[in-house]
């Protein structure tokens, strides 16, 4: 017989979901024959599955260890040797949340299970902490709420807790959560623009277009920071957040990201390829604006939080001439 004792990560979701996270390897024919037959029995009663669990609530397994030892899949994680070598650039954290620098060449979320990605550092980090165990997994997985390109750097938040993951979403969805990246793009830009168009993806080549028309809206909003003749530092409000969007969107304006070797101008990012060895477009997911927020996110209510702009953005803004705006430019790091 196993017991699993409703903790608050697992509360707010039906009996049936939590049966199918904890006996992952079983068709669900057997978890609701099980239910029928109360050999999985809720609070000491026979149970459909679609009740809502409560925190405290006791979930029992009259099932013999070998067969939940069957249907349970074994925990997907990392090595911790491989993972501490890659420490997280943390810049905020509570109970509830994490905020973190990613760096860029980072996966967000795994595209194989042989991949590492944010998720899995998090994952490892937390159990390090002693936050979380292996057991817990099985019922409740840390994740996070936004999603970046690998190559590109910055903010990304990642929930602790199942209601932070349930009210991040609700936040990223609604986008009353503010998002802002900085950029180089090819071109000088001297007005705000608040811009709009439809984006298409094609899952062959992973890549977008932007057209006038279509299915999928998009909206874009930038200020620019400092400019020359030949290229202008952004920072831009992503509203809508698709794949690709500020890449593909800004270059479809006639101004694509620097280093963007997908929708930008080759001949000019070789050339700062062959100066500053970029290598991937120069886009860092710099700010994050959090609303007002009541408990237990009262200590990120109405707050802002920056991630430092990495090394090689760093150097190109540094070195560069700008005609207008230098010290905004230096400002960025801070």
């Known amino acids: 017989m196993k017991e699993i004792v409703i903790k608050p990560n697992e509360a707010g979701q039906r009996l049936d979901k939590l049966l199918k996270k904890y006996l992952s390897e079983a068709p669900g024919s057997f978890i609701y024959k099980m239910l029928r037959k109360k050999n999985i029995v809720l609070n000491g009663k026979k149970a459909t599955g679609n009740e809502k669990l409560s925190v405290g609530d006791s979930v029992k397994l009259f099932l013999a260890d070998e067969t939940i030892q069957k249907f349970s899949s074994p925990v997907q994680n990392s090595s911790v040797d491989r993972i501490e070598s890659v420490p997280l650039d943390i810049v905020y954290e509570d109970k509830q949340i994490l905020l973190i620098n990613k760096p860029s060449g980072m996966l967000s979320q795994r595209a194989e299970k042989s991949d590492v990605s944010v998720v899995e550092y998090v994952i490892s980090y937390l159990i390090n ?92 909003e930038y200020v620019p920071i400092a400019w020359n003749d030949s290229m202008t530092l952004l920072r831009v409000h992503l509203i809508t957040g698709k794949t690709h969007q500020i890449r593909a969107h800004l270059a479809s304006e006639g101004h694509p990201l620097l280093g963007d070797y997908k929708y930008g101008d080759c001949v000019w990012n070789d050339s700062f390829r062959k100066k500053y060895k970029v290598t991937s477009q120069l886009l860092h997911a710099y700010q994050l604006e959090f609303p007002e927020l009541t408990s237990p996110f009262e200590d990120v209510s109405r707050k802002t939080y920056t991630a430092k702009v990495p090394t090689e953005f760093w150097k190109v803004i540094k070195e560069t001439a700008w005609q207008h705006g230098t010290q905004e430019a230096l400002e960025v790091q801070h």
């Open 129 to 220: 902490k002693k936050e979380i165990s292996e057991e817990d997994l099985k019922t409740f997985r840390p994740s996070i709420c936004n999603r970046l390109d690998r190559n590109t750097s910055g903010l990304i938040v990642a929930g602790k807790t199942l209601i932070c993951l349930q009210t991040m979403g609700h936040l990223l969805k609604e986008r009353t959560l503010k998002k802002y990246y900085l950029c180089i793009v090819k071109g000088r830009i001297l007005k705000p623009r608040h811009i709009y168009g439809y984006i298409q993806k094609d899952e062959r080549t992973n890549k977008v277009t932007v057209s006038k028309s279509g299915d999928v809206p998009i909206e874009t």
